[in-house]
Protein backbone atom coordinates (compact mmCIF):
# COMPACT_ATOMS: atom_id res chain seq x y z
CA UNK A 1 0.00 0.00 0.00
CA UNK A 2 1.15 3.38 -0.70
CA UNK A 3 2.85 5.05 2.67
CA UNK A 4 0.75 8.30 2.01
CA UNK A 5 -2.44 6.96 1.77
CA UNK A 6 -1.74 4.34 4.56
CA UNK A 7 -0.77 7.49 6.70
CA UNK A 8 -4.19 8.92 5.98
CA UNK A 9 -6.08 5.74 6.58
CA UNK A 10 -4.30 5.11 9.84
CA UNK A 11 -5.75 8.79 11.01
CA UNK A 12 -8.84 7.49 10.60
CA UNK A 13 -9.72 8.76 6.74
CA UNK A 14 -11.91 6.47 4.50
CA UNK A 15 -10.58 7.38 1.30
CA UNK A 16 -12.91 6.89 -1.20
CA UNK A 17 -12.97 7.21 -5.33
CA UNK A 18 -15.47 9.97 -6.77
CA UNK A 19 -15.53 8.55 -10.13
CA UNK A 20 -17.09 5.57 -12.12
CA UNK A 21 -16.98 4.08 -15.39
CA UNK A 22 -17.20 0.97 -16.94
CA UNK A 23 -14.17 0.88 -18.50
CA UNK A 24 -12.77 1.29 -14.90
CA UNK A 25 -14.67 -1.45 -13.90
CA UNK A 26 -13.88 -3.96 -17.09
CA UNK A 27 -10.33 -3.63 -16.88
CA UNK A 28 -9.66 -4.12 -13.02
CA UNK A 29 -8.27 -0.62 -12.39
CA UNK A 30 -11.44 0.07 -9.52
CA UNK A 31 -9.58 -3.44 -7.90
CA UNK A 32 -6.89 -1.92 -8.24
CA UNK A 33 -6.86 1.08 -6.65
CA UNK A 34 -8.28 -0.75 -3.88
CA UNK A 35 -5.54 -3.01 -3.44
CA UNK A 36 -2.91 -0.28 -4.48
CA UNK A 37 -4.36 2.85 -3.19
CA UNK A 38 -6.53 1.87 -0.44
CA UNK A 39 -9.48 2.68 -1.89
CA UNK A 40 -12.41 1.88 -0.18
CA UNK A 41 -16.02 3.29 -1.50
CA UNK A 42 -17.29 4.82 -4.33
CA UNK A 43 -19.22 8.05 -5.47
CA UNK A 44 -21.48 8.56 -8.56
CA UNK A 45 -23.09 11.67 -9.37
CA UNK A 46 -24.55 12.56 -13.45
CA UNK A 47 -21.31 14.87 -14.16
CA UNK A 48 -19.34 11.48 -13.86
CA UNK A 49 -21.66 9.31 -15.56
CA UNK A 50 -21.82 11.99 -18.84
CA UNK A 51 -18.46 11.81 -19.19
CA UNK A 52 -18.28 8.05 -18.99
CA UNK A 53 -20.82 7.99 -21.30
CA UNK A 54 -19.14 9.83 -23.81
CA UNK A 55 -15.62 7.83 -24.07
CA UNK A 56 -14.71 4.43 -25.17
CA UNK A 57 -16.65 1.76 -26.35
CA UNK A 58 -17.61 -0.07 -22.77
CA UNK A 59 -21.17 0.82 -23.08
CA UNK A 60 -21.69 -0.38 -26.67
CA UNK A 61 -22.88 -3.30 -26.34
CA UNK A 62 -25.65 -2.88 -23.85
CA UNK A 63 -26.80 0.16 -25.62
CA UNK A 64 -27.49 -1.83 -29.14
CA UNK A 65 -29.30 -4.01 -26.71
CA UNK A 66 -31.38 -1.07 -25.23
CA UNK A 67 -32.35 0.12 -28.68
CA UNK A 68 -32.89 -3.44 -30.06
CA UNK A 69 -35.83 -3.22 -27.16
CA UNK A 70 -36.69 0.31 -27.88
CA UNK A 71 -36.97 1.49 -24.62
CA UNK A 72 -36.87 4.93 -23.09
CA UNK A 73 -34.11 7.41 -22.98
CA UNK A 74 -34.73 7.35 -19.38
CA UNK A 75 -34.98 3.60 -18.49
CA UNK A 76 -31.89 3.54 -20.74
CA UNK A 77 -30.22 5.84 -18.13
CA UNK A 78 -31.58 3.76 -15.82
CA UNK A 79 -30.36 0.51 -16.78
CA UNK A 80 -26.90 1.63 -17.94
CA UNK A 81 -25.81 3.60 -14.71
CA UNK A 82 -27.18 0.95 -12.11
CA UNK A 83 -25.20 -1.76 -14.43
CA UNK A 84 -22.44 -0.04 -13.22
CA UNK A 85 -23.39 0.43 -9.96
CA UNK A 86 -24.00 -3.22 -8.97
CA UNK A 87 -21.11 -4.03 -10.65
CA UNK A 88 -18.84 -1.72 -8.19
CA UNK A 89 -20.84 -2.33 -5.04
CA UNK A 90 -19.80 -6.35 -6.01
CA UNK A 91 -16.03 -4.90 -6.41
CA UNK A 92 -15.87 -3.70 -3.16
CA UNK A 93 -18.34 -6.12 -1.29
CA UNK A 94 -15.11 -7.98 0.27
CA UNK A 95 -14.34 -4.42 1.70
CA UNK A 96 -17.65 -3.87 3.20
CA UNK A 97 -17.71 -6.95 4.87
CA UNK A 98 -14.54 -7.04 6.04
CA UNK A 99 -15.52 -3.62 7.74
CA UNK A 100 -18.56 -4.50 8.55
CA UNK A 101 -20.20 -2.32 6.41
CA UNK A 102 -18.69 0.89 7.24
CA UNK A 103 -17.33 1.30 4.01
CA UNK A 104 -17.48 -1.18 0.77
CA UNK A 105 -20.32 1.53 0.33
CA UNK A 106 -21.27 2.62 -3.49
CA UNK A 107 -23.30 5.84 -3.87
CA UNK A 108 -26.03 6.75 -6.84
CA UNK A 109 -27.77 10.00 -7.05
CA UNK A 110 -31.88 10.64 -7.41
CA UNK A 111 -32.84 12.05 -10.63
CA UNK A 112 -31.38 15.72 -9.79
CA UNK A 113 -34.56 17.02 -11.36
CA UNK A 114 -36.59 15.96 -8.00
CA UNK A 115 -34.29 18.08 -6.07
CA UNK A 116 -36.96 20.51 -5.27
CA UNK A 117 -39.73 17.44 -4.79
CA UNK A 118 -40.16 15.60 -1.57
CA UNK A 119 -42.76 12.82 -2.39
CA UNK A 120 -40.53 12.17 -6.01
CA UNK A 121 -37.57 12.10 -4.36
CA UNK A 122 -38.60 9.31 -1.83
CA UNK A 123 -40.04 7.12 -4.63
CA UNK A 124 -37.24 7.67 -6.41
CA UNK A 125 -34.65 6.57 -3.26
CA UNK A 126 -37.15 3.63 -3.40
CA UNK A 127 -36.66 2.96 -6.46
CA UNK A 128 -32.77 2.46 -7.28
CA UNK A 129 -33.09 0.68 -3.70
CA UNK A 130 -34.71 -1.95 -5.24
CA UNK A 131 -33.35 -2.08 -8.37
CA UNK A 132 -29.84 -1.87 -7.26
CA UNK A 133 -30.34 -4.35 -4.76
CA UNK A 134 -27.09 -4.30 -2.89
CA UNK A 135 -26.60 -3.78 1.46
CA UNK A 136 -23.33 -1.69 0.40
CA UNK A 137 -25.03 0.63 -1.41
CA UNK A 138 -25.99 4.57 -0.72
CA UNK A 139 -29.09 6.77 -2.22
CA UNK A 140 -27.43 10.18 -2.53
CA UNK A 141 -30.26 12.63 -1.78
CA UNK A 142 -29.70 16.30 -2.19
CA UNK A 143 -30.06 18.21 1.08
CA UNK A 144 -32.28 20.88 0.15
CA UNK A 145 -35.40 22.06 2.38
CA UNK A 146 -37.66 19.79 -0.04
CA UNK A 147 -34.89 16.42 0.04
CA UNK A 148 -34.73 17.06 4.51
CA UNK A 149 -37.96 14.71 4.64
CA UNK A 150 -37.39 12.43 1.98
CA UNK A 151 -33.77 11.69 3.78
CA UNK A 152 -35.70 11.24 6.95
CA UNK A 153 -38.06 8.90 5.38
CA UNK A 154 -35.39 6.66 3.46
CA UNK A 155 -33.63 6.87 6.44
CA UNK A 156 -36.73 5.67 8.44
CA UNK A 157 -37.10 2.01 5.67
CA UNK A 158 -34.14 1.33 6.11
CA UNK A 159 -32.43 2.74 3.10
CA UNK A 160 -28.54 4.39 3.21
CA UNK A 161 -28.25 7.51 2.51
CA UNK A 162 -25.39 9.73 1.59
CA UNK A 163 -26.84 13.09 1.69
CA UNK A 164 -25.26 15.51 -1.01
CA UNK A 165 -24.80 19.43 -1.70
CA UNK A 166 -24.12 20.33 1.87
CA UNK A 167 -22.93 23.53 1.89
CA UNK A 168 -23.82 25.22 5.51
CA UNK A 169 -23.08 24.39 8.71
CA UNK A 170 -27.23 25.13 9.13
CA UNK A 171 -28.11 23.18 6.61
CA UNK A 172 -25.88 20.42 7.84
CA UNK A 173 -27.63 20.30 11.38
CA UNK A 174 -30.61 20.45 9.66
CA UNK A 175 -29.44 16.63 7.94
CA UNK A 176 -28.33 15.54 10.85
CA UNK A 177 -31.72 16.05 12.40
CA UNK A 178 -33.41 14.48 9.76
CA UNK A 179 -30.54 11.42 10.11
CA UNK A 180 -31.67 11.10 13.60
CA UNK A 181 -35.21 11.55 13.11
CA UNK A 182 -35.18 8.68 10.31
CA UNK A 183 -32.92 6.16 12.51
CA UNK A 184 -35.43 7.14 15.89
CA UNK A 185 -38.50 5.86 13.19
CA UNK A 186 -36.80 3.04 12.16
CA UNK A 187 -36.44 2.04 15.58
CA UNK A 188 -40.07 2.85 15.98
CA UNK A 189 -40.78 0.04 13.05
CA UNK A 190 -38.80 -2.98 14.54
CA UNK A 191 -35.61 -2.16 12.04
CA UNK A 192 -32.34 -3.34 12.73
CA UNK A 193 -30.53 0.07 12.70
CA UNK A 194 -27.11 -1.57 12.45
CA UNK A 195 -27.78 -2.48 8.48
CA UNK A 196 -28.39 1.66 8.15
CA UNK A 197 -25.65 3.55 7.40
CA UNK A 198 -25.09 7.35 6.46
CA UNK A 199 -22.95 9.50 5.10
CA UNK A 200 -23.00 13.41 4.75
CA UNK A 201 -21.35 14.69 1.61
CA UNK A 202 -20.03 18.81 2.83
CA UNK A 203 -18.99 20.20 0.12
CA UNK A 204 -15.50 22.03 -0.11
CA UNK A 205 -13.52 23.48 -2.74
CA UNK A 206 -16.79 25.24 -4.32
CA UNK A 207 -16.58 27.25 -0.90
CA UNK A 208 -13.18 28.50 -1.67
CA UNK A 209 -14.03 29.45 -5.18
CA UNK A 210 -16.90 31.50 -4.19
CA UNK A 211 -15.81 33.18 -1.67
CA UNK A 212 -12.43 33.71 -3.09
CA UNK A 213 -14.43 35.61 -6.25
CA UNK A 214 -15.88 37.94 -3.86
CA UNK A 215 -12.95 38.57 -2.41
CA UNK A 216 -11.11 39.57 -5.41
CA UNK A 217 -13.81 41.71 -5.60
CA UNK A 218 -13.69 43.77 -2.21
CA UNK A 219 -10.06 44.20 -3.57
CA UNK A 220 -8.37 45.29 0.02
CA UNK A 221 -5.42 43.89 1.24
CA UNK A 222 -7.24 42.25 4.31
CA UNK A 223 -9.44 40.18 1.77
CA UNK A 224 -6.58 39.14 -0.19
CA UNK A 225 -5.36 37.56 3.17
CA UNK A 226 -8.44 35.57 3.51
CA UNK A 227 -8.33 33.59 0.08
CA UNK A 228 -8.20 29.77 -0.13
CA UNK A 229 -8.79 29.97 3.77
CA UNK A 230 -12.74 29.41 4.03
CA UNK A 231 -13.51 26.09 2.80
CA UNK A 232 -11.27 24.67 5.42
CA UNK A 233 -12.68 26.74 8.02
CA UNK A 234 -16.22 25.96 7.38
CA UNK A 235 -15.69 22.47 6.96
CA UNK A 236 -13.85 22.24 10.55
CA UNK A 237 -16.51 23.70 12.09
CA UNK A 238 -18.92 21.41 10.36
CA UNK A 239 -16.97 18.73 12.40
CA UNK A 240 -17.30 20.25 15.26
CA UNK A 241 -21.33 20.48 14.70
CA UNK A 242 -20.86 16.53 14.14
CA UNK A 243 -18.96 16.07 17.60
CA UNK A 244 -21.77 18.19 19.28
CA UNK A 245 -24.19 15.95 17.73
CA UNK A 246 -22.47 12.55 18.65
CA UNK A 247 -21.77 13.71 22.56
CA UNK A 248 -25.80 14.25 22.35
CA UNK A 249 -28.17 11.77 25.15
CA UNK A 250 -30.48 11.55 21.51
CA UNK A 251 -27.20 10.49 19.70
CA UNK A 252 -26.45 8.31 22.38
CA UNK A 253 -29.94 6.48 22.80
CA UNK A 254 -29.89 5.66 19.70
CA UNK A 255 -26.12 3.90 19.48
CA UNK A 256 -27.21 1.74 22.45
CA UNK A 257 -29.62 0.73 20.04
CA UNK A 258 -27.11 -0.47 17.78
CA UNK A 259 -26.89 3.00 14.68
CA UNK A 260 -24.10 3.78 13.55
CA UNK A 261 -23.15 7.76 13.15
CA UNK A 262 -23.43 9.26 10.17
CA UNK A 263 -19.65 10.48 9.18
CA UNK A 264 -19.10 13.43 7.75
CA UNK A 265 -18.04 13.39 4.02
CA UNK A 266 -15.43 15.77 2.30
CA UNK A 267 -16.60 16.02 -1.27
CA UNK A 268 -15.50 18.10 -4.01
CA UNK A 269 -11.69 17.61 -2.77
CA UNK A 270 -10.10 18.37 -6.03
CA UNK A 271 -8.69 21.77 -6.00
CA UNK A 272 -10.31 24.44 -8.25
CA UNK A 273 -7.27 27.25 -7.74
CA UNK A 274 -3.61 26.18 -9.29
CA UNK A 275 -1.88 28.41 -6.75
CA UNK A 276 -3.15 26.42 -4.16
CA UNK A 277 -1.66 23.14 -3.04
CA UNK A 278 -3.31 20.46 -4.72
CA UNK A 279 -3.86 18.22 -1.68
CA UNK A 280 -4.86 21.19 0.56
CA UNK A 281 -8.38 19.48 1.34
CA UNK A 282 -6.63 16.18 2.01
CA UNK A 283 -4.16 17.57 4.50
CA UNK A 284 -5.83 20.11 6.55
CA UNK A 285 -9.14 17.97 6.69
CA UNK A 286 -7.50 14.87 8.87
CA UNK A 287 -9.54 13.06 11.41
CA UNK A 288 -10.79 10.15 12.99
CA UNK A 289 -14.40 8.73 11.31
CA UNK A 290 -13.98 10.83 8.41
CA UNK A 291 -14.48 10.04 4.51
CA UNK A 292 -12.87 11.72 1.78
CA UNK A 293 -14.01 11.37 -1.77
CA UNK A 294 -11.48 12.45 -4.37
CA UNK A 295 -11.01 12.52 -7.83
CA UNK A 296 -8.89 10.34 -9.26
CA UNK A 297 -6.20 13.55 -9.94
CA UNK A 298 -6.33 14.19 -6.29
CA UNK A 299 -6.11 10.69 -5.06
CA UNK A 300 -2.81 10.38 -7.10
CA UNK A 301 -1.55 13.53 -5.69
CA UNK A 302 -2.02 12.78 -2.23
CA UNK A 303 -0.41 9.30 -2.75
CA UNK A 304 2.74 10.88 -4.12
CA UNK A 305 3.47 14.04 -2.32
CA UNK A 306 0.39 14.46 0.51
CA UNK A 307 1.69 15.39 4.04
CA UNK A 308 -0.16 13.66 7.00
CA UNK A 309 0.59 15.02 10.08
CA UNK A 310 -2.05 14.40 12.28
CA UNK A 311 -5.14 15.65 13.53
CA UNK A 312 -5.67 18.59 11.35
CA UNK A 313 -9.29 19.77 12.42
CA UNK A 314 -9.81 19.54 15.73
CA UNK A 315 -7.00 21.46 17.40
CA UNK A 316 -7.90 24.18 14.87
CA UNK A 317 -11.29 24.81 15.84
CA UNK A 318 -10.79 28.53 17.38
CA UNK A 319 -8.69 29.49 14.56
CA UNK A 320 -11.72 27.87 12.36
CA UNK A 321 -14.03 30.62 14.08
CA UNK A 322 -11.39 33.43 13.77
CA UNK A 323 -11.33 32.97 9.72
CA UNK A 324 -15.17 33.03 9.67
CA UNK A 325 -15.51 36.24 11.97
CA UNK A 326 -12.50 37.81 9.84
CA UNK A 327 -14.73 36.88 6.02
CA UNK A 328 -18.01 38.90 7.37
CA UNK A 329 -15.75 41.85 8.71
CA UNK A 330 -14.51 41.29 5.41
CA UNK A 331 -18.52 42.08 3.92
CA UNK A 332 -18.26 38.18 3.32
CA UNK A 333 -22.52 37.46 3.42
CA UNK A 334 -21.71 33.71 4.37
CA UNK A 335 -25.71 33.04 4.02
CA UNK A 336 -25.92 34.65 0.68
CA UNK A 337 -22.46 32.08 -0.34
CA UNK A 338 -23.98 28.95 1.31
CA UNK A 339 -27.29 29.71 -0.59
CA UNK A 340 -25.73 30.59 -4.11
CA UNK A 341 -23.73 27.15 -3.86
CA UNK A 342 -27.16 25.05 -3.53
CA UNK A 343 -28.30 26.46 -6.07
CA UNK A 344 -25.77 26.26 -8.46
CA UNK A 345 -25.37 22.84 -7.29
CA UNK A 346 -28.75 21.41 -7.96
CA UNK A 347 -28.45 23.23 -11.11
CA UNK A 348 -25.17 21.97 -12.53
CA UNK A 349 -26.72 18.56 -11.55
CA UNK A 350 -30.06 18.99 -13.39
CA UNK A 351 -27.63 20.36 -16.66
CA UNK A 352 -25.17 17.11 -16.41
CA UNK A 353 -28.49 14.93 -16.11
CA UNK A 354 -30.17 16.74 -18.61
CA UNK A 355 -26.63 15.83 -20.78
CA UNK A 356 -26.29 12.38 -20.15
CA UNK A 357 -30.00 11.70 -21.71
CA UNK A 358 -29.06 13.42 -24.51
CA UNK A 359 -25.78 11.43 -24.33
CA UNK A 360 -27.55 8.66 -24.21
CA UNK A 361 -30.45 9.30 -26.64
CA UNK A 362 -27.76 10.30 -29.38
CA UNK A 363 -25.66 6.33 -28.76
CA UNK A 364 -29.32 4.57 -29.23
CA UNK A 365 -29.96 5.93 -32.27
CA UNK A 366 -26.39 5.24 -33.32
CA UNK A 367 -26.46 1.47 -31.99
Do not use: C
Amino acid sequence: MNENLKRLTDAGVSIWLDDISRERLRSGNLAALIRDKNVTGVTSNPTIFASALSKGDAYDAQLRDLATRGVTVEEAVRAITTFDIRWAADVLRPVFDATRGVDGRVSIEVDPRLARRTEATIAEARALWWLVDRPNLHIKIPATVEGLPAITQAISEGISVNVTLIFSLERYRQVMDAWLSGLEKAKANGLNLATIESVASFFVSRVDTEIDKRLDKIGSPEAAELKGKAAVANARLAFAAYEEVVNSPRWQTLRAAGARPQRPLWASTGVKNPDYPDTLYVEQLVTAGIVNTMPEKTLDSSADHARISGDTIRPFYQQAWDVMASLKQAGIDYDDVVRALEEEGVEKFEASWTELLETVDSELRKA
